[in-house]
């Protein structure tokens, strides 16, 4: 069946980095659009970033442009998520999301919480 498991979240220290994984299983990785979302508590829903299916293409939030780098792996049917210079407004889960076409798949996400 499909699965998206996302780990490499915790806590880290305001100006400290992090590397989540979202290990995918069940479907055509290559195929799919990944996406990072994150949603912390009383808030919405966001776009973090997205990865056409071949790497060619990467787009970022406003909020995380310059600090945070999305790559995949598509022999490991793994995408990436490097976070630097995190601040505390980064804290919340995230999620990775697989998308072509009417298909959506989504992980269950990492707790990532940036605190001193």
């Known amino acids: 069946q499909v699965q998206l498991v996302e780990s490499g979240g915790g806590l880290v220290q305001p100006g400290g980095s992090l590397r989540l994984s979202c290990a995918a299983s069940g479907f055509t990785f290559s195929a799919y659009t990944m996406s990072w979302y994150r949603q912390a508590p009383g808030k919405e829903r966001e776009l973090v970033g997205m990865i056409t299916n071949t790497g060619g293409t990467t787009n970022y939030a406003s909020s995380v442009k310059g600090r945070f780098l999305i790559s995949r792996d598509n022999a490991k049917n793994t995408v990436y998520l490097q976070m630097n210079s995190l601040k505390p407004e980064d804290t919340a889960v995230y999620s990775c999301?697989?998308?072509?076409?009417?298909?959506?798949?989504w992980g269950q996400g990492t707790q990532v919480t940036v605190s001193s």
């Open positions: 999301n697989a998308r072509r076409v009417q298909f959506t798949y």
